[in-house]
């Protein structure tokens, strides 16, 4: 999904573009929960050539994306780059998602919009839209 995003997008638009699509598909129930570091799934995983070749080319291509947003200001330079990588692959096991989908209050897509403005906003703005 990733390396199909339009190149006209800025480094941090496609990391929000990353972001909710992985919000999106754990509203589906078809988002596998990433392997806990304590997991024996993990150490299995760890001995699978073809994910570990294709986790080390998504955590490449979003680490440049990470770079070129801190470059560009989108994304605070303070934060180490290992932070903004970690926080992002969070997003895809999030339980918040599943509180909020339990809770009824809101819409799959104001789920994702208010998630996607939380990782990359944070708490202190306002989110874009009236809820």
């Known amino acids: 999904m990733a390396r199909h995003l339009p190149k006209h997008l800025s480094a941090v638009e496609k990391l929000k573009s ?3 699509w992985a919000i999106t598909i754990h509203l589906t129930g078809t988002m596998p929960s ?3 570091t304590r997991s024996s ?3 299995t995983l760890l001995a ?3 994910y570990l070749t294709q986790l080390e080319s998504l955590t490449e291509l979003l680490g ?3 770079h070129d ?3 560009a200001g989108d994304l605070s330079a303070a934060l180490p780059g290992e932070v903004i ?3 992002i692959y969070a997003r895809s096991c999030d339980p918040v ?3 909020l989908k339990n809770g009824g209050a809101f819409s799959d897509a104001d789920i994702v919009d208010l998630l996607v403005h939380t990782c990359f906003e944070g708490m202190t703005k306002p989110p874009p839209c009236e809820l």
């Open 18 to 20: 990353v972001v909710r």
């Open 34 to 36: 990433l392997p806990s």
């Open 41 to 43: 799934i993990q150490q």
């Open 48 to 50: 699978h050539e073809p």
């Open 64 to 66: 440049q994306w990470i």
């Open 69 to 71: 947003a801190q470059v």
């Open 85 to 87: 990588l970690y926080t």
């Open 97 to 99: 998602v599943d509180f």
